[in-house]
């Protein structure tokens, strides 16, 4: 069960991260909160493009790297923590993305965000 969550996981943060890529990259931009492009010296554009190659070598590192699976999966669980401010942040500006158009489906969305982290840390626990 752990492996095949794993996997999973792994497939889905490789398919997030090309989406932030190619087919899903403005949908994303709307998603970035303005605050971050003052943090970090890069545009929207790129913060997404750095988001999306992250993902892709996280969820890589998942099934590639079986030696390191729990540092990957605490590195993953890090990553979960470190995009929920641009979580809030979305929902505190009524930010559409992603057929989140209500506050209530922002708003759930955030609890979500804890049982990600979750799995990235049980899935990889030997």
Known sequence: MRTALRWMLAGAMVFAGVSHLFWARSEFQNQVPDWTTEIVPIDKDGVVVASGVVEVMLGAALVALPKERRR????????????FPGNVDQWLQHRD????????KRLGRLFFQ????????WSTRR
Do not use: C, K, N, S
């Open 97 to 104: 993305g992603f057929r989140l158009d209500t506050d209530a």
């Open 72 to 83: 990957v999966g605490a590195i993953l669980a890090g990553f979960f923590v470190a995009v």
């Open 114 to 121: 804890p049982l990600l982290v979750a799995w990235a840390l």
